[in-house]
């Protein structure tokens, strides 16, 4: 089987591209040396290299940020998938497997299930979930088969990005000051990249049929439990309890669909937090 993989040099795509190298003939690019904007390009690529698989990974990144630059993330999330998606289907290749986003999901402490009503709170999310819409058109119109992942936050050290560990650490490290939002009684979940990895190698072998949506979840926590356990873990750090809500909210998925597939989660929080440790202290 011969796959390609877009944002293979990005924090996701590395380690997926760790994974796949063991069992699979992969093609690895990412927006520097294939701008997935570039229609004429991608089919080109497509073309010249016949691949049975995508596995779709590159995206602007930051949710925050795209409020501030909505065209950037609309172009590369949606108009990329698309020209992805058009390249396939001249090209003879019907199977794609593409990361999406919890954020589609609305704030709130009810479990998400993969059926729910859609709510974009920002042009990144906007940018998610036309891709899901569209990729859903390809397997309904064009006999595509897809599945679309829709993680929680991905976290590891090497995202330096909307990734609170690691801001807490670097936090703490710098000032002994760790910075909790509201009461820091909302509650999130941590995904490391190998994990999401482990699902995306077991469903290519599954060979998997017509359009999928999968939560993945794991390490389900209150924010300020988690803050805590980076403090203990750490020895050191005093909490700094900010009045705003920015950022203190809800969001938990259901994960019952995914785990009917034999997958589960390897690292937990622990396991997490202290490979950001490490990697803050070695920087």
Same mark, same amino acid.
Not at 84 to 93: H, S, T
Not at 183 to 195: C, Q
């Given at each position: ?194 994990? =999401?990895?482990?699902? $995306?190698? +077991? &469903? /290519?072998?599954?060979?998997?049929? %017509?359009?999928?949506? *999968?939560?993945? #979840?794991?390490?389900?926590?209150? =924010?300020?439990?988690? $803050?805590? +356990? &980076? /403090?203990?873990?750490?020895?050191? %750090?005093?909490?700094? *309890?900010?009045? #705003? ?10 994960? +019952?669909? /995914? ?25």
């Amino acid at each position: 089987m011969k796959i390609l993989l877009t944002g293979a040099n990005g924090f996701l795509g590395k380690s997926v591209s760790k994974k796949l190298n063991k069992f699979y003939k992969i093609k690895k690019t990412d927006l520097n040396n294939l701008d997935i904007t570039k229609k004429n390009k991608i089919n080109s690529y497509l073309k010249k290299y016949k691949f049975d698989l995508v596995v779709h990974c590159a995206a602007a990144k930051g949710s925050v940020d795209s409020i501030k630059n909505p065209e950037t993330y609309v172009n590369t999330n949606f108009l990329g998938t698309y020209n992805i998606l058009e390249a396939m289907r001249l090209n003879g290749c019907k199977k794609i497997i593409f990361i999406s986003s919890s954020g589609l999901y609305k704030n709130g402490n009810n479990i998400k299930n993969e059926n729910d009503d859609i709510f974009c709170k920002n042009p990144y999310a906007l940018g998610k979930f036309l891709s899901e819409e569209t990729i859903k058109h390809y397997c309904n119109i064009y006999n595509f088969n897809a599945i679309c992942i829709r993680p929680n936050l991905i976290s590891g050290y090497g995202l330096f990005k909307d990734n609170l560990i690691y801001d807490v650490v670097k936090s703490i490290k710098k000032n002994n000051i760790a910075e909790v939002y509201g009461n820091g009684k909302h509650i999130r979940e941590f995904t490391h990249p190998d994990d =999401i990895s482990d699902f $995306i190698l +077991k &469903i /290519i072998k599954v060979k998997f049929k %017509g359009f999928q949506i *999968f939560n993945l #979840t794991s390490n389900r926590t209150q =924010i300020i439990k988690l $803050i805590n +356990k &980076i /403090i203990r873990i750490m020895e050191t %750090g005093n909490l700094k *309890f900010l009045k #705003t809500k920015k950022q203190a909210f809800s969001l938990v998925l259901n994960d +019952k669909k /995914i785990k009917k597939t034999g997958w589960k989660p390897k690292k937990n929080l622990d396991f997490i937090i202290k490979e950001i440790i490490s990697g803050v202290n070695n920087e």
